[in-house]
Antibody, heavy 117, light 110 residues
């Protein structure tokens, strides 16, 4: 059974940084692109970015490009999202997901990031 | 960045058929098709169909996906109360090099 467990969310001040982690199990991690998708309170889904199986290619949404960085550690079956220069518009639940012919196939439960002073 | 267009809401009666549309352009929906996801309030989304119209195991056969040009569609037949949810489409945009989502459609089963 695919399991994706996000962690690292919390309250951060505007301009601050946060690093999210996603622990993957129950599948062959290196077989999949991995994605981050976020959802602001009461709003729709927004793709944040993804990373290729070997970590050699990443894509980021325009809204986070230059501020957020996706990485992975295939030895630890883990996915990461480094978030810098956070603003209130980044407040959302952040989901980790596998990605195959879709932005997100299997999803974690999400971790809430709140940017507020 | 540009997203896909979905009607905000659809209301249908029990056992009726609901069709959701997702309008994009030749660089996203028209390029490789759209995936569909379902989300219940307070829960993570669930993939219904990938862009190749593959249905993950456990997804009801009452659901089907199709595409005509730049418009993708999701159809649910024999509506049940448990189909009440938000439905999102998403497609890879080759000019943006990004997955784009529609704003979602809320289904109400009367």
């Amino acid at each position: 059974e695919v399991q994706l467990v996000e962690s690292g969310g919390g309250l951060v001040q505007p301009g601050g940084s946060l690093r999210l982690s996603c622990a993957a199990s129950g599948f062959t991690f290196t077989d999949y692109w991995m994605s981050w998708v976020r959802q602001a309170p009461g709003k729709g889904l927004e793709w944040v970015g993804n990373i290729r199986q070997d970590g050699g290619a990443t894509y980021h949404a325009g809204s986070v490009k230059g501020r957020f960085t996706i990485s992975r550690d295939n030895t630890e079956n883990s996915l990461y999202l480094q978030m810098n220069s956070l603003t209130a518009e980044d407040t959302a639940v952040y989901y980790c997901a596998t990605s195959k012919a879709s932005p997100a196939s299997d999803w974690g439960q999400g971790t809430l990031v709140t940017v507020s002073s | 960045q540009a997203g896909l267009t979905q009607p905000p809401s659809v209301s249908k009666g029990l056992r009726q058929t609901a069709t959701f549309t997702c309008t994009g352009n030749s660089n996203n929906v028209g390029y490789e098709g759209a995936a569909w996801l379902q989300q219940y309030q307070g829960h993570p989304p669930k993939l219904l169909f990938d862009r190749d119209h593959n249905r993950p195991s456990g997804i009801s056969e009452r659901l089907s996906a199709s595409r005509s040009g730049n418009i993708a569609s999701l159809t649910i037949t024999g509506l049940q109360p448990e189909d009440e949810a938000d439905y999102y489409c998403s497609a890879w945009d080759r000019t943006l090099s990004a997955w784009v989502f529609g704003g979602g459609t809320k289904l109400t089963v009367l």
